[in-house]
């Protein structure tokens, strides 16, 4: 019995597998939170990620302060939240940049085209925060990142099936 097709078969079947698997374009959120549902067209962008846990919030997975704190803080703009998310603006244009790029295509002229669309492209944030999390607490996280000059905010929620 000739087997050498069938292992072509195989090789083939193994390289598809490895490429598809490590290509993961949802968000993993920890097992500390708890995601809303929602129904959502688009998947979220890799960009800068901010938590909000019932312990602590994390900016890139670096603890910024206690959430205790933040619930105790009385102003809108909280300035520990807002100095790390500025630490974080070159990994924000960066993703903007590469995603300009991706979009534009490789050549020369498109990839200056896509380093000035990207600069007057605002950098993005990725919040997950714990479904328990009061709004008043996502407020000042959200107008800490607008301070910091992050205009475009997400909320990651977990994908439900849409009602239509």
Known sequence: MNLTSLM???????????TNTSSNEALDPPKVITLPDSVVESK??????????DQEVLVESKP????????????TVVEAIK?????EMDKALSVAQAEAQKAQGESGEAVAEATEQAAAE???VNILADRGIP???????M???TEAGYTRISLAVIQKASQG
């Open 8 to 18: 072509d078969v195989f090789t083939i079947l193994v390289f598809f597998l490895l």
């Open 44 to 53: 979220p962008r890799e960009t800068v990620t901010l938590m909000v846990t």
């Open 64 to 75: 910024v302060m206690s959430t205790e704190d933040l619930v105790q803080s009385e102003s």
């Open 83 to 87: 100095e790390a998310m500025v630490a």
């Open 122 to 124: 605002p950098p993005e």
């Open 135 to 141: 709004f008043n607490l996502l407020k000042k996280v």
């Open 143 to 145: 107008s800490s990142c």
